[in-house]
């Protein structure tokens, strides 16, 4: 029995041996970074995508540097919460104010209460809000879960395919592995159909990620109370806490996040614009980083 457990323990020490060789392989790798592609590039940061793509160098190189590339064109933590806050008046999409049991941050995501029409600013909206779900992270967790009401959900309120689409491919190529769960909560009959072809973009990581919950269904309410502690979860998932959005309160935290992440990227007085100066995306230029990073 010990001799096994030496052996796992042995392999185990082996496994993140080779991982943490893989992540100095990929930093080096790596083109020169500016300051805020280094900021973001941290260790962990690289963990995760090297295990979006099964420890695989080049792979999760490649992988990287595309976010990298889209990150500096669609500059995600400069979306500021007066340029999307009309897509939250309905609470279609927000941070919850409590966690799961491992102190994972959750969104609410509600479809039925889709609000607007303009598909590139739903999905501004919603990168906004996975930023702010990172940003809102405890120490030492890296992962969120989405609980996603189908409450007043229809074909009619539902998403284009294209659109969802390009969702699951900014979650899945730029977010690896920041999400541990998305729960399906009491989707309707009708929304079997949507599924059947939107599972098709998804990879295998996250399919086994998405968690069909039906109230009725006993394995299902087990589920959520492994997850949940039933006095945080909302009623609306089968819990005992009353949840009500309350846009203008949600919007006070929102600007007082928005600071916070500023400080985080480095750019306290450059983003205090009120709105009303659009002067284009290149509000900050990048400095492009010569000295090497200390590490």
Same mark, same amino acid.
């Given at each position: 029995?010990?001799?096994?457990?030496?052996?796992?323990?042995?392999?185990?020490?082996?496994?993140?041996?080779?991982?943490?060789?893989?992540?100095?392989?990929?930093?080096?790798?790596?083109?020169?970074?500016?300051?805020?592609?280094?900021?973001?590039?941290?260790?962990?940061?690289?963990?995760?995508?090297?295990?979006?793509?099964?420890?695989?160098?080049?792979?999760?190189?490649?992988?990287?540097?595309?976010?990298?590339?889209?990150?500096?064109? +669609?500059?995600?933590?400069?979306?500021?919460?007066?340029?999307?806050?009309?897509?939250?008046?309905?609470?279609?999409?927000?941070?919850?104010?409590?966690?799961?049991?491992?102190?994972?941050?959750?969104?609410?995501?509600?479809?039925?209460?889709?609000?607007?029409?303009?598909?590139?600013?739903?999905?501004?909206?919603?990168?906004?809000?996975?930023?702010?779900?990172?940003?809102?992270?405890?120490?030492?967790?890296?992962?969120?879960?989405?609980?996603?009401?189908?409450?007043?959900?229809?074909?009619?309120?539902?998403?284009?395919?294209?659109?969802?689409?390009?969702?699951?491919?900014?979650?899945?190529?730029? +977010?690896?592995?920041?999400?541990?769960?998305?729960?399906?909560?009491?989707?309707?009959?009708?929304?079997?159909?949507?599924?059947?072809?939107?599972?098709?973009?998804?990879?295998?990581?996250?399919?086994?990620?998405?968690?069909?919950?039906?109230?009725?269904?006993?394995?299902?309410?087990?589920?959520?109370?492994?997850?949940?502690?039933?006095?945080?979860?909302?009623?609306?998932?089968?819990?005992?806490?009353?949840?009500? +959005?309350?846009?203008?309160?949600?919007?006070?935290?929102?600007?007082?996040?928005?600071?916070?992440?500023?400080?985080?990227?480095?750019?306290?007085?450059?983003?205090?614009?009120?709105?009303?100066?659009?002067?284009?995306?290149?509000?900050?230029?990048?400095?492009?980083?010569?000295?090497?990073?200390?590490?």
């Amino acid at each position: 029995m010990f001799s096994r457990w030496s052996h796992s323990h042995h392999n185990q020490e082996n496994d993140s041996l080779q991982h943490e060789s893989k992540v100095k392989e990929i930093r080096a790798a790596l083109r020169p970074l500016s300051d805020r592609g280094l900021k973001y590039c941290t260790d962990a940061c690289l963990r995760r995508y090297l295990e979006a793509r099964n420890w695989n160098v080049d792979k999760s190189k490649k992988m990287l540097e595309e976010t990298l590339k889209w990150r500096s064109t +669609y500059k995600p933590e400069e979306i500021r919460w007066h340029e999307i806050a009309v897509e939250g008046e309905t609470g279609k999409v927000y941070r919850a104010n409590f966690h799961d049991r491992d102190g994972r941050t959750v969104l609410i995501l509600r479809p039925g209460k889709q609000n607007t029409t303009s598909l590139d600013n739903q999905l501004r909206h919603l990168v906004y809000m996975i930023e702010n779900a990172i940003l809102n992270l405890p120490e030492g967790q890296e992962q969120m879960v989405w609980l996603i009401d189908f409450t007043g959900w229809s074909l009619s309120t539902s998403v284009p395919i294209k659109s969802a689409r390009d969702t699951i491919n900014v979650l899945q190529n730029h +977010y690896p592995e920041r999400l541990a769960m998305a729960v399906l909560y009491n989707p309707p009959r009708i929304f079997e159909a949507f599924w059947k072809i939107v599972k098709y973009f998804l990879d295998a990581k996250t399919f086994q990620k998405v968690k069909f919950v039906y109230p009725k269904n006993k394995e299902s309410v087990e589920l959520m109370r492994s997850y949940f502690d039933e006095e945080n979860l909302p009623t609306d998932f089968g819990g005992k806490a009353i949840l009500e +959005y309350n846009h203008e309160e949600f919007s006070k935290q929102m600007v007082q996040d928005d600071i916070k992440c500023a400080t985080l990227w480095g750019f306290d007085n450059k983003l205090q614009s009120t709105g009303t100066d659009q002067s284009g995306p290149e509000i900050t230029p990048e400095p492009i980083c010569l000295a090497p990073a200390a590490s």
